[in-house]
Nanobody
Framework: QVQLVESGGGLVQAGGSLRLSCAAS????????MGWFRQAPGKEREFVAA????????SYADSVKGRFTISKDNAKNTMYLQINSLKPEDTAVYYC??????????????????WGQGTQVTVSS
């Protein structure tokens, strides 16, 4: 199995920046794709960004493209989400996710089986 733990969330002003981290443990060598999802109060969980195991391929939701950057450090078994130009609408719990299957489903926004517990991002106006 794989364990995912998010960190780095907090309260920031609109226009500010934040860097989220997702530390993975367990069968990290089996994580074919990883990604970020978020869920705002009263809304469904939505896809944010995903990254291929090698870090060479990434995908983003249109709403965050140009502001968010996903990356990973395989040596540290850690995935990151750099968030710039934060907007109040970015307020949500951000979740780390991974798919162990050799598939590009997560790259297209469909989550894998494993989730972290989430980290809260709150953007004030």
């Amino acid at each position: 199995q794989v364990q995912l733990v998010e960190s780095g969330g907090g309260l920031v002003q609109a226009g500010g920046s934040l860097r989220l981290s997702c530390a993975a443990s367990g069968r990290t060598f089996s994580m074919y794709t990883m990604g970020w999802f978020r869920q705002a109060p009263g809304k469904e969980r939505e896809f944010v960004a995903a990254i291929y195991w090698s870090g060479d391929r990434t995908s983003y939701a249109d709403s965050v493209k140009g502001r968010f950057t996903i990356s990973k450090d395989n040596a540290k078994n850690t995935m990151y989400l750099q968030i710039n130009s934060l907007k109040p609408e970015d307020t949500a719990v951000y979740y780390c996710n991974t798919d162990l299957r050799i598939t590009n489903r997560l790259m297209r926004g469909a989550p894998g089986e494993y989730w972290g517990q989430g980290t809260q991002v709150t953007v004030s106006s």
